[in-house]
């Protein structure tokens, strides 16, 4: 039976039932801080109804946190100012106070910022655990030690690339260094983001306007972290900066654009696909993050176990029929494919792609970006292909019944059809497809396999040993009994070789669903989905669990990343958190 959660009082009923404040007033307060937009706290000791200390030791409750007195002197030794730094202290006034077992503790005034948590995690390297202290003493004891009065920097990256001194509107016609003038401080905080993005393995870069401030957050390993607050004031330069380097029209903020860069970083070349889409508070820009060499890292780095692996070789190298990579967006479809036509591309061998956008460029394979604004669409570059006599075609998804009866005919008439589907699982494709209006009788003459596949995080070499304990209904969870589990289940410490976290880079868990003869019959015969799945599991298939599991008990990855994808029946609807 699932656990009742804890109810949590809110801060205004704890002062009440301390009779610290009345109900009239907390009604006061209440419309103070809808009006201001600040924290309720905020506007009680701003209307004079408390102290911060009164304040701080009623969250202490609500979040049932440790209060941190700083007139004490055993909490006073235990600061160490040099452990962050300063620009942290000083911007968000937090005191560090001292590390244990590679957590580091934290003095905070205002628990439910949980953006400055996951900025102190990415700045600090490791997980950080939080306790509280007033506002006031937090500020008084960085001013005693650091000296007050002087200008707080913004961030990091702005310290670094912009003199903060100059207080003005930044015009983006002047700053944005439309002119070559690499020392224009918007052209140096911008390539820092970009070059800083790359070297620490993100694989996005999301800069995101708010009401005050303009957001920073890069994905690393899948996982977003917020990396700076910027400056408001910067959005006009820095957007503007970002769509001039895309080759966007920076003048047009009302619809969506799309734009790419090239950029040489440390002697390599990296490509970057650039979104921008107009939001409450400006342009939200996303810059995808296309390394040459991710698709070529080899097919055993995806993570394919050696089972898996001989059956891929043998479809990849068929002469026709269609091959199917499914998953949601996200799930590393198109790097296992080009991985797939980095290992055909022969010089025997003709590959046209038809791609939107195209991701990473091959030499020796014809790559065609669709354009449907000139009519280039991914049905008309696919007449075309035919009449190319290629052995191998890529179409980057199947997205309407015209595609998908094409590449049905492609793969009928000798030609070897790699593409994408989004579908949960390997068995849905067929149904899916013939959703689409494809006659049930090609869809199962011409599919050769169907593989789907998720991204799971993968442990640290560098932190990663065997847990110390495992929580028995995330055993279960996974179908992985007590005994399977003793001694083989590795958790991540976190080091500075993977930003504190206990994961570095990520792999895939694979279901590969090779067409057999029942399931042809199967698919012909409109069989419902879960009928196939049991057909395919009895011919040897092993599900996404079923991978994910076996990567558990090798120590690549956790339980619970796992779990976040792909869950046995038995806990079905339990209360379990997979984060």
Do not use: W
Not at 188 to 198: G, N
């Amino acid at each position: 039976m699932a656990r009742k959660p804890r109810v949590r009082l809110k801060l205004g009923e704890i002062l009440v039932r301390q009779k610290l404040i009345s109900n009239e007033q907390l009604e006061q307060s209440l419309s103070l801080a809808r009006g201001s937009g600040r924290r309720l706290g905020e506007s009680i000791v701003e209307a004079g109804f408390c102290t911060d200390v009164q304040i701080a030791e009623g969250l202490a409750e609500q979040f049932e946190m440790e209060y941190v007195s700083l007139a004490e002197s055993e909490h006073v030794s235990d600061i160490d100012l040099e452990a962050a730094p300063a620009d942290l202290i000083r911007k968000h006034l937090v005191l560090p106070a001292g590390k244990h077992n590679g957590r580091m503790k934290i003095i905070v005034h205002d628990p439910m910022d949980l953006e400055l948590l996951d900025l102190l995690r990415f700045r600090l390297n490791m997980e950080v655990d939080t306790v509280i202290a007033p506002r006031s003493a937090i500020k008084a004891y960085i001013d005693e030690q650091m000296g007050g009065g002087q200008e707080v920097s913004n961030e990091s990256l702005v310290t670094e690339s912009i003199d903060v001194t100059v207080d003005r509107s930044v015009d983006a016609s002047v700053d944005i260094g439309g002119g070559g003038e690499d020392d224009a401080p918007i052209v140096r905080l911008s390539t820092k983001i970009i070059e800083e993005a790359v070297r620490g393995r993100a694989s996005d870069i999301h800069i995101e306007p708010m009401a005050d401030r303009v957001m920073l957050r890069y994905r690393i390993d899948g996982s977003c972290h917020v990396r700076d607050n910027l400056p408001k004031r910067m959005q006009a330069a820095l957007l503007a900066r970002m769509k001039l380097l895309a080759g966007v029209n920076i003048a047009e903020r009302r619809v969506p654009q799309d734009g790419r860069i090239k950029m040489r970083i440390d002697d390599s070349q990296v490509d970057f696909r650039v979104s921008c889409c107009p939001a409450y508070h400006g342009e939200s820009v996303v810059l995808r993050i296309l390394r040459p060499d991710s698709a070529r890292i080899g097919l055993t780095a995806l993570g394919f176990e050696q089972d898996h692996l001989d059956v891929f070789n043998k479809i990849i190298r068929r002469p026709n029929g269609i091959f199917l990579v499914t998953g949601p967006t996200g799930s590393g479809k198109t790097t296992t494919l080009y991985s797939a036509l980095d290992t055909l591309n022969q010089p025997n061998r003709k590959i046209i792609t038809a791609e939107d956008p195209i991701e990473y460029s091959f030499a020796g394979i014809n790559q065609c970006q669709v354009n449907d604004s000139i009519g280039l669409t991914f049905p008309s570059i696919l007449r075309s292909m035919l009449r190319q006599a290629p052995n191998v075609i890529l179409i980057g998804e199947i997205r309407d019944r015209e595609v998908a009866d094409i590449a049905i005919q492609a793969a009928l008439t000798g030609h070897l059809v790699f593409s994408t589907l989004h579908t949960n699982d390997a068995p849905s494709a067929i149904t899916r497809l013939i959703d689409m209006g494809v006659k049930p009788y090609l869809a199962a003459s011409s599919i050769q396999a169907i593989m789907a596949q998720r991204l799971v995080r993968i442990l640290c070499d560098n932190c990663k040993r065997l847990a110390e304990s495992i929580d028995p209904k995330m055993l279960k969870l996974i179908d992985v009994s007590e005994e399977e589990a003793q001694g083989k289940i590795m958790e991540g410490v976190g080091c500075p070789k993977c930003n504190g976290v206990g994961f570095r880079g990520r792999q895939a868990i694979f279901e590969f669903m090779v067409m057999t003869t029942e399931i042809r019959e199967m698919a012909f015969e409109r069989a419902p989905v879960s009928e196939i799945r049991q057909s395919a599991i009895r011919n040897g298939m092993r599900d996404l669990l079923g991978d994910g599991r076996t990567k558990i008990l090798k120590g690549i990855t956790t339980p619970g990343e796992v779990a976040k994808f792909a869950q046995s029946d038995t806990l079905l609807g339990a209360n379990i958190d997979v984060e």
